[in-house]
């Protein structure tokens, strides 16, 4: 009773909206008004899980099944995020999740660990071009693969790509950036990744598109890119500065502008974060291991240091939201697909991942930015925003 006495007191300092909170026979309101959604504990979850890292404890206990939510989880974990200034880190306590190596070798593995969990798996719940970053949704009635094309050609847009030209896409993915820019514009391109499922599946498209003459993937770290020996006119990397680190920022800015042609393009499209933070603890042990996101001023600051001059910067936070939104629904809808692949836990983490970076764009906990930078001067490009 004690036990349970001390979490209930813990859990009431959330109170911004009204839950409900079950266990062990009894209810208690936290809050003021008709409770949104509830919260049904299985077992007490011990007060030191708690002020150690709200975060692992409510996370692992809903992997575990020792909590399910009675509503939507969307938004549940809408209305318990929204608060997450109130929870508890002990960060020296956790110093190995929050402070990773970031060596060649621990990236790579922590990358691994993401993407390379299967092909077919992503499948399930991207849409056709596979893209595993923000869309980008123009219309209200846009559907996620639209998003997603529209996003490509914003950015390729963007870039102000002329034939001929040479690309370099760092994080390239399943390569639908690369194959894209391509088709339209007839560019020479390279892509790099530390996965060996995006590797292997982005050889397969570009020989499959009939595109082996234009585009070219390998799989290299970004440190490798200055011995590499290629120039390129034009760089874009998408969703990939997240797993940099941040004591590598500056490295990785350097590297690029080590390949880049003076007056290129750079496009840097990023989770991003008010300001600087470690993450959160759960993210970093089951999602993302290694992973930061990094503020938008500690780019800005690191991008001065390689004369990159910045064009434009926008913000898609919204997008995000809703692209996820899509990503969970889909994932729902292929659930008994994903069950021959994966065990219970591992589905509940999943989805209360999507459901949880949702809620966290919602309500501006992280945020994503693209960056139009030129590397020196470029007075060549229009002057409009809008080209």
Partial sequence: MLEEQAMITFLKKFDEHPFLVKINGHEHLIGEGAPTFTVNFKKVIPLKDLVTSTSLALGEAYMDG????????????????????????????????????????????????????????????????????????????????????????????????????????????????????????????????????????????????????????????????????????????????????????????????????????FLLHFISALKEHPGDPWIKKYIFPGGSVPSLREVMNCMAEDNFHTQDIEDLRLHYNRTLLCWEKNFKDHIEEAHTMFDERFLRMWDMYLSACAATFHNGIIDIHQILMTKGINNNLPMTRWY
Avoid at 102 to 114: A, I, L, P, R, W
């Fill in 66 to 265: 020792d909590l399910d939510i009675e509503g939507n989880l969307y938004q549940a974990l809408d209305n318990l995020l929204g608060q997450m200034g109130k929870f508890s880190t002990d960060e020296h306590h956790l110093k190995s999740i929050m402070f990773p190596s970031s060596s060649k070798k621990n990236q790579k593995k922590e990358v691994s660990s993401h993407y390379d969990i299967g092909n077919d798996f992503y499948k399930l719940w991207l849409d056709e071009t596979m893209s595993y970053s923000c869309g980008y949704f123009k219309h209200e009635d846009d559907t996620l693969y639209q998003a997603q094309k529209n996003k490509v050609d914003y950015i390729l847009e963007k870039l102000y790509l002329k034939e001929g030209m040479t690309l370099l896409d760092i994080g390239c993915g399943w390569g639908f950036l690369l194959i894209e820019a391509a088709k339209k514009y007839k560019i020479k391109g390279t892509g790099i990744t530390l996965s060996e499922e995006q590797y292997k599946e982005c050889q397969k498209r570009i020989k499959e598109e009939g595109l082996s003459d234009y585009l070219e993937v390998k799989l290299m770290d970004y440190r490798d890119l200055p011995s590499d020996g290629k120039m390129y006119d034009r760089v874009v990397s998408v969703g990939m500065l997240e797993h940099v680190g941040r004591e590598n920022y500056q490295l990785y800015l350097d590297c690029v502008s080590k390949v880049m042609k003076d007056g290129g393009l």
